[in-house]
């Protein structure tokens, strides 16, 4: 599985960080951004989650 954002959607919520922070940091400006494409075997439920709570639809996860 991988997590792809498009940043020009994101407007720093930060909600997707607080469910997956393994996968997603925030940048000085509370804006999202992945910390890797590839999500690991063990965070693919925190990853659905994290794309679950972004009310923008940045986020978005590819099989």
Known sequence: ???LLDSTLCQ???LC???A???VDL???GYA???ATDVPPDTE???RDA???CPQAALRRVN
């Open 1 to 3: 599985m991988k997590l």
């Open 12 to 14: 720093g919520y930060g």
């Open 17 to 19: 960080q607080e469910s």
């Open 21 to 23: 922070p393994e996968l």
């Open 27 to 29: 940048d000085e400006w």
């Open 33 to 35: 951004r992945l910390r």
């Open 45 to 47: 439920d925190k990853a």
């Open 51 to 53: 794309v679950a709570a």
